[in-house]
């Protein structure tokens, strides 16, 4: 992924956060030594961004597309009340397990359900209007999908933050499956009447969407 923020500026911000807590620290450790694909870990900026995000606008019930090892399910868990609720959604087995050892661990993580199998299908399972925050961060050619069943199910007022809507700056000139869809769902939300929308180049681009 090419950041767009030079490194220095990048660890700047990330010392000017609230820093991580232990257990984060150290689900980012192991995820880093032990798995492929490490840098789709959302990081702290990111990390605290989503967390600000759910507790500033109240959210109760959080739904998630694509868990990993659950860095970013559990930073939203963090900032949820003690009744509130997370569903996320995972594929992958080995990185459902993963997610799983650190839900158990965390104080946080009896809010968490982690939903395996492909997202689509426990998103289509949600009633409409139940939902407060989305965030899709998984597979890139469905984000048009995931965002039409997205604001099916978000309540009046509940916001969407969809992560790698720059993709390392592919956007600009799409070339292959992935950076087309991410440039389609782009012009869905630009010119979609429902949806309040700011484009924040954070990392490698987060669209934050509040339906009307
Ligand atoms: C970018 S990572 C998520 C990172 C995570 N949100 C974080 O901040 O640590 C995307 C994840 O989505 C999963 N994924 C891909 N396609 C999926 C699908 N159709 N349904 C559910 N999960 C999917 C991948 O296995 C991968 O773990």
Redesign the pocket.
Known sequence: MNLFVPQKIERYAADYTSPLSPLLEELQRE?ISTMD?AQ????VV??RLLQMLVKISGAKRVF??????????L?MAEGLPEDGELI?????KE?AAFARRYFKRSPHGKKIQLKA??????LKSIPDRSIDFI?I???KT?YPLYYSEGMRVLRKGGLIAA??VLWSGKVLRPDDDESRAIALFNDIVKNDSRAEKVFLPVRDGVYLIRKR
């Open positions: 995820t694909n789709m870990l959302t990081g990111e990390g998630e597309i694509g868990t990993f090892t659950g860095f970013s399910a930073m996320t959604c995972e594929i992958d990185r199998g492909p997202a689509l299908k426990t965030f961060d998984a597979d469905l992560d790698n």
